[in-house]
Nanobody, 123 residues
């Protein structure tokens, strides 16, 4: 059964850090592609970071060097470590999983979605 549950969002001042966690079912955790997306009010959902089953990662240009996607620690858990946060990082963040052959920053590559977790960065 597919399941993704995010946690760890909240409010932080610019320059601060947050870590998002995504607890997945065994089925979704082992799909080909896991990723994090975000959606700000009035904007389309955009990819932030992805990781294939083999550990290959990809990042949106605006978060490179600041955000890190990873697996590990708790069982079947995906993480997004966010450092040097900026007000423009404010959005609802979603964990996602896809079982196809692609792992791009494209919502079409993902079949399953978490409920979302709000991140707010104040200046």
């Amino acid at each position: 059964q597919a399941q993704l549950v995010e946690s760890g969002g909240g409010s932080v001042q610019a320059g601060g850090s947050l870590t998002l966690s995504c607890a997945a079912s065994e089925y979704t955790y082992n799909l080909y592609c896991l990723g994090w997306f975000r959606q700000a009010p009035g904007q389309e959902r955009e990819g932030v970071a992805t990781m294939t089953r083999y550990g290959i990662t990809s990042y949106q240009d605006s978060v490179k060097g600041r955000f890190t996607i990873s697996k590990g620690n708790a069982k079947n858990t995906l993480y997004l470590q966010m450092n040097s946060l900026k007000p423009e990082d404010t959005a609802m963040y979603y964990c996602a999983a896809g079982g196809g052959i692609w792992c791009r920053m494209n919502t079409a590559d993902f079949n399953y979605w978490g409920q979302g977790n709000q991140v707010t960065v104040s200046s």
